[in-house]
């Protein structure tokens, strides 16, 4: 039923920015959160950012707070994550997701991954030194 698409990644020198971004079809409802995740080969999957579309509450892991913001185009059924400052420890894969919110269901851990139900290809990102 939801589709995800990400695009935007690319290979950027330490300091650069990118803003990759991730497009959703098949639904068209705003009780819905949607999320920026990324894995590194090797390591486990870490939730970035993600913004709660029920209540407008954004939500970012340490190690991107003050760098990165999350940001929508409802128009374009599009979310984007503005990475700024970007480390070589940013690199990875990056993966958008997204769960549909009611009445009875609310998120309780915003950047798990379990909390999700549907999931992006992802968009690789590398930044070099």
């Known amino acids: 039923e939801v589709q995800l698409v990400e695009s935007g990644g690319g290979l950027v020198q330490a300091g650069g920015l990118l803003r990759p971004s991730c497009a959703a079809s098949g639904s068209s409802s705003d009780a819905y959160a949607i999320a920026w995740f990324r894995q590194a080969p090797g390591k486990e999957r870490e939730g970035v950012s993600c913004?709660?579309?029920?209540?407008?509450?954004?939500y970012y892991a340490d190690s991107v707070k003050g760098r990165f913001t999350i940001s929508s185009d409802n128009a374009k059924n599009t979310v984007y994550l503005q990475m700024n400052r970007l480390k070589p420890e940013d690199t990875a894969v990056y993966y958008c997701?997204?769960?549909?919110?009611?009445?009875?269901?609310?998120?309780?851990?915003?950047?798990?991954?379990?909390?999700?139900?549907?999931w992006g290809q992802g968009t690789q990102v590398t930044v070099s030194s």
């Open positions: 913004v709660d579309k029920s209540n407008g509450n954004t």
């Open positions: 997701a997204l769960v549909r919110l009611s009445s009875w269901y609310a998120l309780v851990h915003p950047l798990k991954g379990y909390e999700y139900e549907y």
